[in-house]
């Protein structure tokens, strides 16, 4: 009898061991469910564990620099103690240390403060420490001591597993909520940096220092599909080889091959960059892609990886599809206003060639009607002069009269075949292509050399980039600009004739100087019109078509053309072509 008595008054103990135990989890969990201010809580655990073990005593470390910083701590530690504990703990104490290297909560038996470097602290026996992360760096640590009492019993150990349940489960729902926090502010702050931003590569610039702001320590990328390749576009990779071979391209890989197939973002845990996209890639550990489509074609991919963090947290995955989300957004827009601004351009670069065309047709009708008829009206007039001449015997006069039909013969042929080069610079193919503009240069003059003679010109001529456009009507456009500086610099003793580039963003400027005659810059809106002339034909031959015909190929080409003239100074006529084909981006015409 006597031992069955013992044994329910164990059981009853026991009972009541368990009781505690659940109602104090309870009053943990509730307090848990009601805020996720983590300090506020871990003075609650503290109060709650400390009515149920009297010789307990809590403190709340937060890791501020290379110190645990005391926060909150339990009223009835020493003050020798306390003002040990405000101070800060080294984050080699070893127990501390012991703790986050395991990730999990610990528990001491036999604690000794004198092996843990930490005075005042001889009243403690045993300890327990619970770890807390953020961003998987050590953030807080839940520390608690027994007093007098070196070995924790199983009922304190639960209750211990209880309150560290309790702050786990806030802390885990105060994540939660930063995450959804973090995932609607990249998203809003990201489409607010962008504004009406259209350049695509700005736009994955702006979603990179966003991502790193959320994410420091991830490295990014934004591809664009060429064809056959992925070219980075944009990449923070620090192996400058690797970063070559990057922005060089790589082939399409099954990590970008996943993401097209989902047409969403995938994430990958542990993953290897040298399977997935380069051989001589360094180690990377977690990484995702996202893909862009235009016109329901793959054109663009956001992609991050990081050689830190192996496996993916809710609260970075959420950040990653709300910036990949909104960037997306900002893309589609971008394309849609590129393709219409690329429609605007080619209605802009028609009307030109169509205004173009009408005025070169009212040229040739002037032409047919004034210029054409000049040098016809001269020769029959002196036509009957020669026939007088011959009626009277006077063969010196008709030898004259004669010379004077044939040089004007000349010019009504030279003015048909200038016509007839501006007609055909209008509807001749153009081959696009790069070209060593300085090959050009060199052919020019010396296609303009019989007209140098025995002048004195220096020319002045910059090293010359390569281009984009067709070979032979800029090798025409060249002829006719260095021939009108040879000309108009015909009164100069020293003549000097510079040529060289300037590069925009969109295009390259070309231009060509000389220390010429010039003209007056209120007439310069009528230099490039056929049949306009700014100088007698006394003083100065031609045609009054080489500039009218440079500026149609010049249209054709993209670009626009221009000229700068100081009056007895000189002039400066300056033309662009653009980077891309004209297909793609056309010019604007001088006003």
């Known amino acids: 009898m006597p031992d069955e008595l013992a044994q329910m008054r164990e059981a009853l103990a026991v009972a009541q061991q368990q009781n505690e135990v659940l ?9 848990a469910a009601t805020t996720d201010d983590l300090t506020a809580l871990a003075r609650h655990v503290g109060g709650v564990l400390r009515r149920s073990i009297p010789n307990l005593l809590a403190v709340y470390f937060t890791r501020q620099d290379e110190c645990w910083v005391a926060e909150v701590v339990s009223d009835a530690v020493p003050p020798d103690f306390m003002a040990l504990l405000r101070a800060g703990l080294p984050l080699d104490t070893p127990f501390l240390a012991q703790t986050v290297a395991a990730r999990t909560p610990q528990v001491f038996d036999h604690w000794n403060a004198a092996e843990q470097g930490m005075p005042h602290a001889e009243q403690f026996q045993a300890a327990g420490v619970a770890p807390f992360f953020q961003r998987n760096q050590p953030a807080a640590l839940l520390v608690v001591g027994l007093v007098g009492q070196p070995v924790w019993t199983a009922q304190q150990r639960q209750l211990f597993t209880a309150a560290c349940q309790a702050l786990y489960s806030a802390q885990q729902r105060k994540a939660l909520a930063q995450e959804r926090r973090h995932a609607l502010e990249a998203f809003m702050d990201l489409t607010e940096a962008i504004g009406t931003e259209t350049d695509p590569l700005r736009l994955a610039e702006r979603a990179r220092e966003l991502l790193q702001a959320f994410m420091p320590g991830w490295v990014t990328g934004y591809y664009e599909w060429g064809g056959e390749l992925w070219r980075a576009r944009l990449t923070d990779e620090p192996d400058p080889d690797l970063r070559a071979a990057l922005l060089a391209g790589v082939p399409s890989a099954p990590s970008f091959d996943a993401a097209i197939e989902v047409r969403g973002p995938v994430f990958f845990n542990h993953w290897n960059a040298r399977e997935s996209v380069v051989t001589r890639s360094r180690v990377y550990s977690a990484a995702a892609f996202v893909p862009y489509f235009r016109e329901g074609q793959p054109a663009a991919m956001f992609v991050v990886a990081s050689p830190d963090v192996s496996e993916w947290k809710p609260e970075e995955e959420a950040v990653f599809r709300a ?9 589609e827009r971008a394309w849609q206003t590129q393709a219409l601004e690329q429609r605007t351009r080619e209605l802009q670069r028609s009307n030109r060639e169509l205004k173009a065309a009408n005025e070169e047709l009212e040229a040739f009708a002037y032409s047919a009607s004034h210029d054409l008829r000049t040098p016809v009206r001269h020769v029959k007039g002196f036509v009957s002069m020669i026939r007088r001449a011959l009626t009277r015997g006077e063969p010196d006069k008709a030898e004259r009269a004669l ?16 016509m007839l080069a501006l007609s ?33 010109i220096e020319w002045r001529v910059e090293s010359l980039p390569q281009v984009m456009g067709d070979a032979a009507t800029l090798q025409q456009v060249l002829i006719n600009l260095l021939s009108n500086a040879v000309k108009f610099t015909r009164p100069r003793e020293q003549a000097v004739i510079e040529i060289g580039t300037q590069v925009g963003d969109e295009a390259w400027t070309v231009w060509v100087r000389d220390n010429g005659v010039g003209f007056d810059p209120a007439y310069a809106a009528r230099l490039f019109g056929p049949f306009q002339r700014l100088h007698r034909y006394s003083e100065f031959e031609g045609t009054g078509i080489g500039l009218a015909t440079v500026r149609r190929i010049i249209l054709r080409h993209g670009g626009r053309i221009w000229a700068d003239s100081v009056l007895g100074e000189g002039t400066t006529f300056s033309f662009t072509l653009p980077h891309v084909r004209p297909l793609e981006q056309g010019g604007s015409d001088p006003s």
């Open 23 to 31: 109602s104090t989890f309870v009053a943990l969990s509730e307090a």
């Open 323 to 331: 910036i990949g989300r909104s960037l997306g957004l900002a893309l």
């Open 403 to 418: 010379q004077v039909v044939e040089g004007a013969a000349d010019q009504m042929s030279a003015m048909i075949d200038a």
């Open 424 to 456: 055909r610079s209008t509807v001749q193919p153009l081959t696009h292509a790069v070209i060593n503009l300085g090959v050009l240069v060199d052919h020019a003059r010396k296609g303009v050399e019989y007209e140098v003679q025995d002048r004195q």
